[in-house]
Nanobody, 115 residues
Framework: QVQLVESGGALVQPGKSLRLSCAAS????????MRWYRQAPGKQRELVASILADGTVVYGHSMEGRVTISRDYASNAIYLQMNDLQSTDTATYLC?????????WGQGTQVTVFS
């Protein structure tokens, strides 16, 4: 059974940083296309960052320049380092894994940026 479990979300002030984690079980993250998405209330889900099986990294426009995606084989997890957070970054952040025609989603972790 595949599970993706996100963590690291929090309530923070503008300008602060957060590091989100997505721990995987049932798959090996380095063999999958791994992505972070976010979804704010009333808005469409949008891509934040991708790291492909070959290590290629692609960033969405929403947070480009303020985020870094990474992965770790030993912990079988991916991470999202987010800097200079703004109120517009308030959303649920979700982890996604794709390969061999299969897609898996985590339940998400909430990030709220308030002043």
């Amino acid at each position: 059974q595949v599970q993706l479990v996100e963590s690291g979300g929090a309530l923070v002030q503008p300008g602060k940083s957060l590091r989100l984690s997505c721990a995987a079980s049932g798959i090996v993250v380095i063999n999958y296309e791994m992505r972070w998405y976010r979804q704010a209330p009333g808005k469409q889900r949008e891509l934040v960052a991708s790291i492909l099986a070959d290590g290629t990294v692609v960033y969405g426009h929403s947070m480009e320049g303020r985020v870094t995606i990474s992965r770790d084989y030993a912990s079988n997890a991916i991470y999202l380092q987010m800097n200079d957070l703004q109120s517009t970054d308030t959303a649920t952040y979700l982890c996604r894994a794709d390969n061999w025609g299969r897609t898996y989603w985590g339940q998400g972790t909430q990030v709220t940026v308030f002043s």
